[in-house]
Antibody
């Protein structure tokens, strides 16, 4: 079964760091584009970052320079390292397999940035 | 940056047809994808590449795209279709590729 499971969310103070993980099963992360998408409470979907199968990475302007997307091929896992967190980064974070369209989504992990 | 505009809400009676629009500059030249999201759940792809349906999605869901408007059409609407719907494209017009989502449309089944 094709599946994505996120973990690593939690409560963090402004300026703090957090690393999200997204474990994949049923397909190979490194052979696909993979994206992170977030959703602030009561708001719409916002794309955060993508990593191409070839390793290129791209970010939304709102997180560029603070967030880093990566993957561990041996663990078939996608990551999102989040530094210098702000209150406006509070959201549910989803990972998704990205084939131009996002056909597989995880259930999400919640990140709350608050003092 | 590329902007996708959706109506905040659409209401329809059961059994009728719902049409949700997604406006963007020359969106007809892009591939548009649509997602359904129910409260507390992850989004689900319902239409991709303008008009294709993933396996498991009912034929009642269809899409079209031309000019400056893409449309998701839901025929014979059921109570279970009540959800938020988002359109999405990839934009390569800036210095790097960018995924763009519309603001979302809340479909209410009366």
């Amino acid at each position: 079964e094709v599946q994505l499971v996120e973990s690593g969310g939690g409560l963090v103070q402004p300026g703090g760091s957090l690393r999200l993980s997204c474990a994949a099963s049923g397909f190979t992360v490194s052979s696909n584009y993979m994206s992170w998408v977030r959703q602030a409470p009561g708001k719409g979907l916002e794309w955060v970052s993508v990593i191409y199968s070839g390793g290129s990475t791209y970010y939304a302007d709102s997180v560029k320079g603070r967030f880093t997307i990566s993957r561990d091929n041996s663990k078939n896992t996608l990551y999102l390292q989040m530094n210098s967190l702000r209150a406006e980064d509070t959201a549910v974070y989803y990972c998704a397999r990205d084939r131009d369209y996002m056909d597989v989504w995880g259930k999400g992990t919640t990140v709350t940035v608050s003092s | 940056s590329y902007v996708l505009t959706q109506p905040p809400s659409v209401s329809v009676a059961p059994g009728q047809t719902a049409r949700i629009t997604c406006g963007g500059n020359n969106i007809g030249s892009k591939s548009v994808h649509w997602y359904q999201q129910k409260p507390g759940q992850a989004p689900v792809l319902v239409v991709y590449d303008d008009s294709d349906r993933p396996s498991g999605i009912p034929e009642r869901f269809s899409g079209s795209n031309s000019g400056n408007t893409a449309t998701l059409t839901i025929s014979r609407v059921e109570a279970g279709d009540e959800a938020d719907y988002y359109c999405q494209v990839w934009d390569s017009s800036s210095d790097h590729p960018y995924v763009v989502f519309g603001g979302g449309t809340k479909l209410t089944v009366l």
